[in-house]
């Protein structure tokens, strides 16, 4: 019985001794093994979770479109890098128009300049739609279009061109010749444009209290629209008028196509040496302002005039009914809102 007991006892202190042994020798063996949480593998040997993370925090961010907002804290901490960086100073302020008087405060303390700088080219490819496969080839050389961030540059537009951004989605221009002639033809249809922006309101408001003056028929129809290929009415307008038109512009196209083929190294398109007022500045940083102020009033003149044919098509109405506040006393345009039902 003393026997029975003594190797019952034995047995039992063997087996807890075994049992303690096993499971101190476990979290011994699991600090050089690997261990796998959640399908994530983290070894001994490797960089701690923690270095990693705090190793892709030291790099800084391309944030080209702005996706990040100013109160950020990777935009505090100054991990965001925006292609601007690299051909803007901080704090300019770009101003064409001359906007701000010459006795502001930003125009003193040096921020105002005249024009935006010339487009850098930069390698880095900007492809914020994802449109790059992971293992697609980029060519370093990539120059970035920078009125698309997402498409590259066009050859030909190399920013030599006031108001030149790399637009031309379509491929156009092919050469440098083509590039001269799309500019001359845009120019031009800019020109006609603002012109014609002034003119078809303008018309619109006074033809009828002239008409009456000169004892004639208005030429704008009951809605005050005026003659066009989407309103009708042209057949209205003297042939003569037409004449007149067609004479003026081949006398102005002749006269430019002799310009531009004479070989006068000042030429540029659209320089037809036309400034009866004196208006062109003698500088070099004057001429640039006043081109670019040019190019875009003209680019945003043919969009207006496409509107307004488009607008009074559709809506059977003038544009100055439309939008009575542009071209009407205030009292008189709130008057003309209510009586069309906006304002009630």
Known sequence: MHLYLSTLLTSTVAVTVTSFQMTSITPIRTKSSSIRMSDIVADSTSPSLDAQVASSKSRPIQDPMGLYSYNTEERRNGMIQSIQTAVSEPNTIYDPMNLYPIGSNERTSGLIQDYEPQVMASNAVIDPLGLYNSDAPIDDHTIMSQALPFASRPAMLTG????????????????????????????????????????????????????????????????????????????????????????????????????????????????????????????????????????KNGRLAMFSIFGFAIQEFVFKSAVIHETPLFFYPLAQSFKMYADNGFVH
């Open 160 to 295: 030599e061109l006031t108001g030149d951004a790399g637009f031309d989605p379509l491929g156009f221009a092919t050469s440098q010749a083509d590039l001269m002639n799309y500019r001359e033809a845009e120019i031009k249809h800019a020109r006609l444009a603002m012109l014609a922006a002034a003119g078809w309101p303008l018309s619109e408001i006074v033809d009828k209290k002239i008409a009456l003056a000169l004892h004639l028929a208005p030429l704008v129809d009951a809605a005050d629209r005026v003659p066009s290929v989407l309103n009708g009415g042209l057949e209205k307008v003297n042939p003569f008028y037409w004449m007149a038109c067609l004479g003026a512009a081949a006398a102005v196209e002749f006269y430019g196509i002799h310009k531009s083929k004479a070989g006068d190294e000042a030429y540029f398109p659209g320089n037809l040496g036309f400034d009866p007022l004196g208006l062109y500045p003698e500088d070099e940083e004057g001429q640039r302002r006043m081109q670019l102020a040019e190019i």
